[in-house]
Nanobody, 115 residues
């Protein structure tokens, strides 16, 4: 069973920063597109940021200019640097690994931006 392991969530004041990390030791990491999704209470799970196996990135409009996704194929890790956090960024953040029809998810980590 493949398991993605997330870390780095927490409580931060609006305007603050957090860095999420996700490791995926059980897959051929470099061949997978890696993404971060988030789900707020009562809402659907939405894509936040994506990085392809070749390093191309894509961001939700709501986080462009504030969040940065990166990957380290040697460490089999994907990170999400989140700056200038807003209350509306509050959600459970999930790491995703995708290759064709193969799809793996992490357990989620809570991010709360509140004063």
């Amino acid at each position: 069973q493949v398991r993605l392991v997330e870390s780095g969530g927490g409580l931060v004041q609006p305007g603050g920063s957090l860095r999420l990390s996700c490791t995926a030791p059980g897959i051929g990491f470099s061949n997978y597109a890696m993404g971060w999704y988030r789900q707020a209470p009562g809402k659907q799970r939405d894509l936040v940021a994506l990085i392809t196996s070749s390093g191309s990135t894509n961001y939700a409009d709501s986080v462009k200019g504030r969040f940065t996704i990166s990957r380290d194929n040697v460490k089999k890790m994907v990170a999400l640097q989140m700056n200038s956090l807003k209350p509306e960024d509050t959600a459970v953040y999930y790491c995703n690994a995708r290759r064709g029809l193969v799809d793996f998810w992490g357990q989620g980590t809570q991010v709360t931006a509140s004063s």
